[in-house]
């Protein structure tokens, strides 16, 4: 099993800054995962903002090129994501998703067999 928790969440008035951050254990994680971020606005379907593998650079939808960016540190089985220049319809329950393996290339939450709780952004002046 592999557990995710999410933090780094909170609110933040637009042109802010974020760091979220995901912290993976358990027995069956291992740097050989693809690690993802997907938020959920609320009436909103789930969207995946990027995702990771240790061994690969990261790969962003196309909408969240720019602002987004996805780091990892391996050493402590941590994946961030750098939030800038938030914008009130960045507000979402921020996940992040875990699936043994190299990312595919499709970024959907179909795709990834674990899950965080998430962590709620707020964006708003």
């Known amino acids: 099993q592999v557990q995710l928790v999410e933090s780094g969440g909170g609110p933040v008035q637009p042109g802010g800054s974020l760091r979220l951050s995901c912290a993976a254990s358990g027995n069956a994680y291992s740097d050989n995962y693809c690690m993802a971020w997907f938020r959920q606005a609320p009436g909103k379907e789930r969207e995946g903002v990027g995702q990771?593998?240790?061994?690969?650079?990261?790969y962003y939808a196309d909408s969240k090129k720019g602002r987004f960016a996805i780091s990892q540190d391996n050493g402590k089985k941590t994946l961030y994501l750098q939030m800038s220049t938030l914008r009130p319809e960045d507000t979402a329950l921020y996940y992040c998703?875990?699936?043994?393996?190299?990312?595919?290339?499709?970024?959907?939450?179909?795709?990834?067999?674990?899950w965080g709780q998430g962590t709620q952004v707020t964006v708003s002046s």
């Open positions: 998703a875990a699936e043994p393996g190299y990312c595919r290339g499709h970024l959907r939450p179909g795709d990834f067999t674990f």
């Open positions: 990771k593998h240790s061994r690969s650079p990261p």
